[in-house]
């Protein structure tokens, strides 16, 4: 109890089991038993986690990519591959979402599940994010058109760290005007911690800027954070994206939530992407529910060179929508406290 309040205090534990002799100190002992213990936060806090020689072989391993991190912008090991975005009625690239890869010297591959988490520790992926913009641009410019006149676009995904900064709309515009890039042929793709009320009214200053140059915003990995249905107007969006494991399932009841999502969103006039398409089967049911438009293997892997033949698959007619006028964002509608 302090000042009449009730703290309830929990721990996250690390230990070191090692006799302590000649050939370890006790100062080596406890720095194992913190980085055990900085293993258990990262675990979710409130364990014990006991000391073993690959927590230690995984810090030095964290600790040399961080170093190599800081000259990847500028050392040729980036690289970025493109997975196509077909639309559902014709099986036409309608867009390729550009996604970063790492080769660091002496490390070969590196995973983005395990370099990008590192980089959002620090000020890197700012630098990362940077150059994915300027090449995705750089490369997409040269994209030709399809035999509607349309070239496809290209989608970058855009870290939250980006978003808040108060110079990123002016990143993005430098980067379409030295690449020649029309600005409606760029998606920034934005995860649903843009939902977070720590950050929403910068995000939303940063995207409300973006939003009259044309450049489109998608929220990807749309029902697995922080985002519902009813928050959809609060940000000028012009797509939802949604997550693959919604794709995936066999839970009947998944179709229709699916369903629900697709109908709501093209009620707040927002086009609906699905990603994790595997299988015909599955690309025709989605384009059944109305889906706009689909991503995954059945349609291509991500690959150094944007494959821009379209894809032939049997479609179904989709179920006609009413629209509203496109984006129902409203710099006066009142955020949700």
Request: aromatic share 6%; proline share 7%.
């Amino acid at each position: 109890m302090i000042r009449g309040r009730t703290l309830r205090l929990g721990a996250s534990l690390g230990v070191d089991l090692t006799r302590i002799d000649a050939d370890l100190s006790l100062p080596a002992a406890i720095s194992r038993a913190d980085l055990a213990a900085s293993e258990a936060k990262r675990l979710g806090r409130g364990r014990v986690v006991v000391y073993q020689p690959q927590l230690y072989d995984q810090q030095q391993r964290k600790l040399a990519l961080g170093v190599a991190l800081n000259t990847a912008h500028r050392d040729d090991s980036l690289r970025l591959n493109f997975q196509p975005v077909v639309r559902a009625s014709d099986g036409q690239p309608a867009a390729f979402e550009a996604l970063l890869r790492w080769q660091p010297s002496g490390f070969g591959p590196v995973s983005p599940d395990e370099f990008i988490p590192l980089a959002e520790e620090s000020d890197h992926i700012l630098r990362l994010g940077d150059w994915a913009l300027r090449q995705a641009c750089l490369t997409a410019v040269n994209w030709p058109a399809d035999s509607t006149g349309q070239a496809p676009r290209v989608a970058v995904n855009t870290s939250i760290r980006q978003l808040v900064r108060a110079d990123f709309a002016d990143s993005v515009a430098a980067a379409l005007a030295a690449s020649g890039l029309p600005p409606a042929r760029l998606v920034l793709e934005v995860t649903e911690t843009v939902f977070d009320d720590n950050n929403l009214h910068r995000i939303r200053d940063t995207l409300a800027t973006l939003h009259p140059l044309g450049v489109e915003i998608h929220l990807d990995d749309f029902g697995t954070g922080y985002s519902s249905l009813s928050r959809l107007c609060e940000l000028p969006l012009h797509a939802i994206k949604i997550d693959k494991h919604f794709v995936l399932s066999t839970d009947p009841r998944v179709q229709a939530v699916i369903e629900g999502a697709v109908h709501i969103a093209h009620r707040f006039g927002l086009r609906v992407i699905a990603e994790g398409v595997e299988s015909a089967a599955s690309a025709s049911q989605l384009a059944q529910l109305g889906v706009d438009e689909l991503q995954g293997y059945f349609f291509g892997r991500p690959q150094p060179h944007a494959q821009l033949a379209p894809v032939a698959w049997p479609t179904l007619p989709s179920p006609s929508a009413t629209p509203l006028p496109l984006g129902c964002f409203s710099p006066d509608l009142p955020l949700r406290g």
